[in-house]
């Protein structure tokens, strides 16, 4: 089956824990590696209303487990009440809650702290809402404020996307794709920022994987630099390129 450019993009990263098969210590190191994506996480999850409600009652799931059964959560319950219900839920031990509906003072929100919860965190889920205001209904909203860790963590070394990796990030994945911030221009050794590392990785893993021939070549370039290179054929089976992004900013590749 073949494979798009993104599918070759995203595949780099997974190289972060086979490079250790067969090496010394591979076994701790892979552990060292792998436990922050795989270890108990914390998410935080808001249950927010816009108005203060004097009647009623809310249904909340997290996964395939109902929250609270048999008795609903009721709008004026207490941050400590809602907690011992959470804590009743298994798996949801140890999570925290602050705030409630029948104070303003916590803007009419519900914190919920997810921890020593194994991943993937679920959301929570409303099953039922029936608080209101004078019999016009309050509507209730969920939402999740911070990544869960093993997003996180795997996030650090995306190369496309919005949360693309940065710094020794990029410096991690350059090492797989086989090329350095480092490199040599006419005058002087440069070394690449971010933004034209990022694009010089990209280039670098698809080259690993594209053919030879000058076609491919030219097709490569052209996506990455399209009107922004000189090419120079030295007849010996060398060819030098030269890249060039604005004034005093040069790269050359060697193929």
Request: with cysteine; proline share 5%.
């Amino acid at each position: 089956m073949s494979s798009t450019t993104y599918d070759t993009l995203t595949y780099y990263p997974g190289l972060l824990i086979l490079q250790y098969i067969g090496k010394a210590k591979a076994r701790a190191t892979i552990q060292t590696v792998t436990t922050p994506i795989i270890m108990p996480q914390a998410s935080v999850q808001v249950l927010s209303i816009e108005t203060q409600p004097n009647e009623g009652s809310y249904r909340l799931s997290w996964g395939d487990l109902p929250i609270g059964l048999p008795t609903d959560l009721s709008w004026d319950d207490s941050a400590a009440t809602i907690q011992s219900i959470f804590r009743l839920t298994p798996g949801l031990e140890e999570v925290t809650v602050t705030g409630t509906f029948a104070d303003s003072s916590s803007d009419f929100k519900i914190t919920v702290t997810f921890t020593g919860v194994t991943p993937p965190v679920d959301i929570l889920a409303i099953v039922q809402n029936g608080m209101a205001d004078g019999g016009i209904p309050v509507p209730l909203t969920i939402t999740e404020t911070d990544e869960t860790l093993p997003l996180a963590v795997q996030n650090g070394f995306n190369l496309t996307g919005d949360n693309i990796a940065v710094g020794a990030q990029l410096d991690i994945l350059g090492k797989y794709a086989g090329v350095t911030r480092q490199g040599l221009g006419f005058y002087q050794n440069i070394v690449l920022d971010d933004s034209d590392f990022l694009s010089l990785i990209k280039m670098a893993i698809i080259v690993n994987s594209a053919g030879s021939s000058l076609a491919t070549i030219q097709e490569l370039l052209s996506e990455f630099f399209n009107g922004n290179i000189l090419v120079f054929d030295y007849q010996n089976m060398q060819m030098s390129f030269l890249i060039g992004w604005g004034a005093g900013r040069k790269l050359i590749c060697m193929f």
